[in-house]
């Protein structure tokens, strides 16, 4: 028997793709690795030949996919002598940036939204000791004003108009290819500021990249000059596709929205950062943006959990909700291979998730007759 290196993070594990040295002090909690688990029973529902995948990025170490840019942002922060970050949020940023900064002993601002928060993220970014500013406002006057004040004070932007963090979330990308042994054919993503599609983009665009065949024209994130594969490790990219709230889908409308509301609160924005670069993934990868209602949102939660036993928040279930939809027009053609991204864990939302819940609790005393008839009593259908 071999002993396997034990997994240490994703910068450990990808670092010759990474922007870090051999003397680049990582700042890690173990992030991605995340699962990519083949659905069983959702598939056999719509009565069509196809795979879908989930990748489970709620197995992240704070319970979101934020880990994985959160882990590059903060250990380039310091490296650079970064002494405090900030962010704006809806939530699970503040909880990675939290839990960072305090593996790095540095300090985390974070700006969340008043009220508009699921419990979890909140639990999270106060016990990992960020100083929580709560605006009156929602997450794009937050980003607003986390942009200017970074401008007069010393602290590091570790949203995801921080670079790094977009080269630590492309990972998930790789992940994919690697337990696939292909790219798939479409890749379904929830769309808030769009940096997590562009992030997976670039990382698609990486492993197809090659300096000697035409992929390499289409690859904008190396222009020709690619510092990694000559030989592209696989020769496809997926089509990405994008999901919006109904009530928060600027990508839809063609404009921002300046009162984006949903349920899925971590989708709840109307000035996505990543505008201009997530119209360039639409159009390169030959994909699309949709939306979905909420009711649609809290349908394919359910059915996750119902029917597959995952757990995930409602802005991760849209990449069900409209993969699903997709599949029933014919807009995804049967025999295709798709992964949606289930990018937050249901743990963090749990008075969302209880308030749907369907199964009432049933209150018996303490003895076996008792149990023995409840059970009997449900065991039929
Ligand atoms: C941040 C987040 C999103 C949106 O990602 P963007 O990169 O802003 O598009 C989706 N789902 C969850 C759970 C998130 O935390």
Request: aromatic share 6%; proline share 5%; glycine share 8%.
């Amino acid at each position: 028997m071999t002993l396997q290196t034990h997994y240490s993070g994703l910068i450990e594990h990808y670092r010759e793709r990474l922007p870090v040295s051999a003397d680049t002090q990582i700042i890690s909690l173990g992030e991605g690795n995340t699962p990519l688990l083949k659905l069983h029973n959702i598939p056999a529902l719509l009565d069509r030949k196809i795979d879908i995948y989930a990748k489970y990025e709620g197995l992240n170490p704070t319970g979101s996919f934020k880990d994985r840019g959160m882990t590059m942002a903060v250990t380039k922060a310091v490296e650079d002598g970064a002494k405090a970050i900030v962010c704006a949020s809806t939530g699970n940023t503040s909880a990675a940036a939290a839990a960072y900064a305090a593996r790095a002993a540095i300090k985390a601002f974070v700006v969340i939204p008043d009220g508009k928060i699921a419990q979890g993220k909140l639990a999270q970014a106060m016990l990992e000791g960020a100083i929580i500013l709560q605006v009156s406002g929602n997450f794009d006057a937050g980003m607003q004003l986390v942009k200017e004040v970074a401008e007069a004070t010393p602290v590091t932007i570790v949203n995801s108009i921080n670079p790094y963090r977009l080269q630590g979330q492309k990972t998930a990308a790789f992940e994919i290819i690697e337990t696939l042994g292909r790219a798939p054919d479409f890749h379904c993503l929830p769309v808030g500021n769009a940096g997590n599609i562009t992030a997976h983009w670039i990382g698609y665009s990486e492993y197809a990249c090659s300096k000697n065949d035409n992929v390499t024209a289409a690859c904008a994130y190396c222009n020709g000059h690619c510092p990694y594969a000559h030989e592209p490790i696989v020769s496809t990219r997926p089509k990405m596709v994008g999901y919006q709230a109904q009530g928060a889908a600027p990508f839809l409308r063609g404009v921002m929205v300046d009162n984006p509301e949903t349920v899925a609160t971590a989708i709840r924005i109307g000035h996505p950062q990543s505008w201009d670069s997530a119209w360039q993934v639409n159009e390169e990868s030959g994909g699309w943006f949709d939306e979905c209602s909420d009711e649609e949102i809290l349908a394919a939660q359910k059915l996750l959990a119902e029917k597959e036993g995952l757990f995930c928040e409602p802005a991760s279930a849209i990449s069900l909700a409209g993969a699903m939809r997709d599949v029933k027009t014919g807009k995804i053609p049967e025999g295709s291979c798709i992964v949606c991204t289930l990018t937050g864990h249901g743990l963090k939302d749990p008075d969302t998730a209880i308030r749907q819940s369907a199964g009432e609790l049933i209150t018996i005393e303490a003895k076996l007759d008792q149990v023995q008839s409840a059970i009997m009593k449900n065991l039929a259908g």
